[in-house]
Each structure stands twice: as structure tokens, then as C-alpha cells.
């Protein structure tokens, strides 16, 4: 285990917001974790679990307690006959060279998300038309203690949102897949990895902010658009003329100017539309007025 306090979390986050936790933790083992959250819980400390970072701002005044992040046994990523098992911190990335590698057909959708598998699972990533969690078979994950696994027909995945309980700490997944052709596979990541590529915005950001309103029909993007706001910025955030559920960073953005322009937004989009966004981006730590 690694620990390191006062930590600077601006490299855990997609829009490099400088931000501290008192103290960050990598553990490399399920030993490892049990025994961070034992000591964090001896110390009377709150955990926050990271993935990434590419769906979270963490708080303009900071993390109180630990951050966790897992590293090692939970990066590894294996083929079995008909799926995929992958450690909780393993990169979507990593995951699909695997799969391209092996010619493990079934998850090219997900080419072009940054993020670490959990991170996917909570947040249930993926496309307007698939998520990942329509490809998970079974998930581990610490609950109060133990190690379970569980179908993911137990798990009440829908629009971008998962259903863990809360404090479950996801530690591996099992995804399903069909035997294909690597070249073909391979082709497939890379041509949607590039699509994905053109859409997106320069600059650090953290993809969508906002859900897509009515269970993903209406564009969030499309609102933001409407309601004048492309271009808008509060300090070095800024909507993204691009694509306007984008908020981007300049190097070194404070969180604080992120959370000012979401509010802006907010109050802007229900002033001129009457739809009140929701936030597809998660907050962790302080400071969140
Ligand atoms: C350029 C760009 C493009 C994007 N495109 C898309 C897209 O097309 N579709 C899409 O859905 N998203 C997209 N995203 C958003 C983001 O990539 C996804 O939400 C991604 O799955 C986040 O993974 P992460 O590991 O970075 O999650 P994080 O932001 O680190 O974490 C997300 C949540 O999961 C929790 N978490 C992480 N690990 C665990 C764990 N082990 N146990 C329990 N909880 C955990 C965190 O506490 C947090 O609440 C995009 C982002 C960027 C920057």
C-alpha cells in the first residue's frame, strides 16, 4: 500500500482541477483494502473511492479524510472462454486491447471512454444506444466486510445510473463477449474511438455534465445550446462551443470556477427552457455550495 497525505488529487480528475485529500491511498491488493479501510475507519476517517476521474470534480475546499484508489491485482485483466474478467481499476482502454488482441467481440462500444471498469459500472457508461451494464455478467464487491459477487441481473442498472448499494466498493467484473476476429474487432475500436474523438472537445474536461433529460431523450447539450451559453465561461471553465455538455479547463482551473459555471447553467437552462438539468458528473469532498 501506498499512502500519501495531503495529497494533490489534480491528476485524478479529467478537468485537472487542483483539489487535496488528507490522504490518498493506492492499495494493490484485496488484503491491501481491507486493511486501508480499517485503518481509515479506526482513524474515524471517510473513504471516497476513485476510479479515474473522468466523471468526477472533486470540492474547490478539498477531501476530508481518504481517497482510495486501486491499483495492482485490481488493474489485471484476463480472457476466459466466453468473457472478460477485469480488476475494478483496469482501464476501458486496457480492457479493449485485450478484447482486440484475443478477438473478444461485445464491448467495442465502450472505445473512445476514458475511465477504469467500476467507474463504468456506477456511472453505467456507454452510448445512447448501450451501457455496460447490458454486457456485465457478474460483479464483485466489498460490502460491509465481505466479498460477494453478484449477477447483473440483481443490479438495477438504467440511464446512466447503477444501483450498487451505497458503500459498496466494486473490486472486479465479469463482462460477457462473442468470439470474433481480432482485425476485425480491433478495426471496429479504433474506427469508434475515432468518431468519439471528433466529437469531443480539446482540453480537460470531463464529458457530459448533465443528463440527458427524460431518460436520455431530450439532449442536455441541445438545452445548454438553446439557452445562449455556448462559449460561456467562469473563469478558466468554459462551455464548449464543440459540444455544449462539455465544460472544458484551462491548466490549473480552480474546481471553484467549474461548480460556479454548472450553477450558472443551471439557473440559466430552467430560466429559459423550464427543464432543470441533473448532474451526470459526480462531486466528492467539500466546498460544493
Ligand atoms: C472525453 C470524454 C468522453 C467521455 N465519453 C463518455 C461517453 O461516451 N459515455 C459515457 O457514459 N461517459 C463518457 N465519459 C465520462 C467518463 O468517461 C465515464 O463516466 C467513465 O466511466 C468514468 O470512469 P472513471 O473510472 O473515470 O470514474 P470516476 O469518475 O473515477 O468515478 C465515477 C464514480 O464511480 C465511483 N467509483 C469508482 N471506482 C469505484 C469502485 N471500485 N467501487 C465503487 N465506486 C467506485 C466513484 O466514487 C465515482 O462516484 C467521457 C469522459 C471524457 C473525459
Not at 467507474?119 to 445512447?128: E, I, K, R, W
Request: hydrophobic share 35%.
Amino acid at each position: 500500500m501506498r499512502v500519501i497525505p495531503e495529497a494533490d488529487l489534480s491528476r485524478l480528475s479529467g478537468y485537472g482541477c487542483p483539489s487535496r485529500a488528507e490522504t490518498l491511498a493506492e492499495v494493490f491488493s484485496r488484503d491491501e483494502l481491507i486493511e486501508a479501510l480499517g485503518r481509515f475507519s479506526a482513524q474515524g476517517s471517510p473513504v471516497h473511492i476513485a476510479g479515474a476521474g473522468y466523471n468526477t470534480l472533486y470540492g474547490p475546499s478539498g477531501v476530508k479524510g481518504a481517497v482510495i484508489t486501486l491499483r495492482g491485482e485490481f488493474e489485471e485483466v484476463k480472457t476466459e472462454p466466453s468473457s472478460i474478467r477485469a480488476g475494478a481499476g483496469a482501464s476501458l482502454g486496457k480492457i479493449l486491447r485485450v478484447s482486440a488482441r484475443m478477438g473478444y467481440s461485445g464491448l467495442e462500444f465502450l472505445a473512445g471512454i476514458p475511465g477504469t471498469a467500476a467507474g463504468a459500472l456506477v456511472c453505467n457508461s456507454g452510448t445512447a444506444e448501450k451501457w455496460i451494464g447490458g454486457v456485465l455478467r457478474e460483479a464483485e464487491v466489498l460490502r460491509e466486510g465481505r466479498f460477494l459477487r453478484i449477477a447483473a441481473g440483481d443490479i438495477p442498472f438504467s440511464y446512466r445510473s447503477s444501483g450498487f448499494y451505497p458503500g459498496d466498493i466494486i473490486t472486479e467484473a465479469v463482462f460477457e463477449t462473442v468470439s470474433g476476429d481480432p482485425e476485425t474487432v480491433s478495426r471496429r475500436i479504433s474506427r469508434l474511438a475515432e468518431e468519439k474523438r471528433k466529437k469531443h472537445p480539446a482540453g480537460g474536461n470531463c464529458g457530459c455534465v448533465f443528463r440527458n433529460p427524460e431518460n436520455g431523450k431530450v439532449s442536455a447539450g441541445m438545452l445548454i445550446r438553446r439557452s445562449g451559453l455556448a462559449g460561456v465561461s467562469s473563469g478558466g471553465a468554459r462551455v464548449s462551443e464543440k459540444h455544449c455538455n462539455f465544460i472544458v479547463c484551462r491548466p490549473g482551473t480552480p474546481a471553484s470556477d467549474v461548480w460556479n459555471l454548472i450553477k450558472k447553467i443551471r439557473v440559466a437552462v430552467l430560466e429559459s427552457t423550464g427543464v432543470e438539468l441533473e448532474l451526470e458528473l459526480k462531486l466528492a469532498g467539500e466546498g460544493f455550495d
